[in-house]
């Protein structure tokens, strides 16, 4: 059975830190793809950065470039994200997805992942 499991959300004021993770049981780690999506109120979910199956390869929504980091340990089936600067309009739930793949590429749409998490939500006070 599959399971993406985040944790790390919050509340913090504007300019503040939260680093999301997100441990991923039941898959071959080192052969998936993985992707942070978020959906704030009323919103559609949106990406927000992706990983590819090995590492090498990192997409960033340009909504969130430069205050994102992604980084994955294979080792411990977990993939995180780094997030600074918060902004208000950065509140949302986030989401990590994965995907099984053969080759090392990005995937940037919600329709691309097999396997969600429950979400973890992150609200930025202004």
């Known amino acids: 059975q599959v399971q993406l499991v985040e944790s790390g959300g919050g509340l913090v004021h504007t300019g503040g830190s939260l680093r999301l993770s997100c441990a991923a049981s039941g898959l071959p780690f080192s052969s998936v793809a993985m992707g942070w999506f978020r959906q704030g109120p009323g919103k559609e979910r949106e990406f927000v950065a992706a990983?590819?199956?090995?590492?090498?390869?990192?997409y960033y929504a340009d909504s969130v470039k430069r205050r994102f980091t992604i980084s994955r340990d294979n080792a411990k089936n977990s993939v995180f994200l780094q997030m600074n600067s918060l902004k208000p309009e950065d509140t949302a739930v986030y989401f990590c997805?994965?995907?099984?793949?053969?080759?090392?590429?990005?995937?940037?749409?919600?329709?691309?992942?097999?396997?969600w998490g429950q979400g973890t939500q992150v609200t930025v006070s202004s």
């Open positions: 990983f590819s199956r090995g590492g090498d390869l990192r």
């Open positions: 997805a994965a995907r099984r793949v053969d080759r090392s590429a990005l995937y940037y749409r919600t329709a691309n992942y097999d396997y």
